[in-house]
């Protein structure tokens, strides 16, 4: 059973653009969302994240909105450039703690056309 | 600068070959983990480890071993590779959930 689920395997938007990457998770109890960048042949990297006792987060041009009760997450991209390019995974930890392992859903490819 | 290393980026195996994918980090974490990447499967947890000598299974386990001897280094083992483990290998490093940090990937065929 997918905990955290990404439903949109890809996404083409204009540079300049907004990018809206989606992320429904099923587990009430997760209290922590993080969002990881991957390129081709390299290793993810973090983005952004957001608690659950907040409902929006802001890093520049990268914002993360969260809507508890649509159990939902949103990263909105602002503008979009080319080098956003990449895959795209939204995470939750598994177990809570110190020692848990992250979530991660499928993953969405954002393409920024020039 | 803060470091996991993976020991090979490209590797070519045959099939019934024993695989060793190394990992070594620098950040002195506690935690240490081992995904595997596929197209349109996403981020899979193969195994995780939270001490040394300790090891946890994650949700694909089967047809895969590990071993954390000292914290710095976190090995994953493919007792007899096959073709269905052909796939991007990542493993990461934290001291929680928030603190994620990956090497570039192993990619490895088996053919």
Redesign the interface.
């Known amino acids: 059973d997918q905990q955290v689920k ?1 439903n949109s ?1 890809s996404l083409s938007v204009q540079e300049g653009r907004i990018s809206i990457l989606n992320c429904d998770y099923t587990n009430s109890m997760f209290d ?1 969302f ?1 969002w ?1 960048k ?1 390129y081709p ?6 983005l952004i ?1 957001i608690s659950s006792i907040k409902d929006k987060n802001e890093d520049g041009r990268f914002t993360v909105f969260l809507n508890k009760s649509a159990k939902h997450l949103s990263l909105h991209i602002v503008p979009s450039q080319p080098g956003d390019s990449a895959v795209y ?1 939204c995470a939750a ?2 177990h ?12 969405t490819k954002l393409s920024v056309k020039p | 600068d803060v470091k996991v290393t993976q020991s090979s980026r490209y590797l070519v195996k045959r099939t019934g070959e024993k695989v060793f994918l190394e990992c070594v980090q620098d950040m002195d974490h506690e935690n240490m983990f081992w995904y595997r990447q596929d197209p349109g499967l996403g981020l899979r947890l193969i195994y995780f480890s939270y001490d040394v000598k300790m090891k946890e299974k994650g949700d694909i386990p089967e047809g895969y071993s590990v071993s954390r001897e000292k914290k710095e280094r976190f090995s994953l083992i493919l007792e007899s590779a096959s073709t269905n483990q052909t796939s991007m290998y990542l493993c990461a490093s934290s001291r929680g959930t928030f603190g994620y940090t990956f090497g570039s990937g192993t990619r490895l065929t088996v053919v």
């Open positions: 990404q395997p922590y993080l990881y991957k042949a390299e290793g993810p990297t973090f994240s995974f930890p598994g809570g703690g110190s020692q848990g392992n992250l979530i991660f859903g499928k993953g």
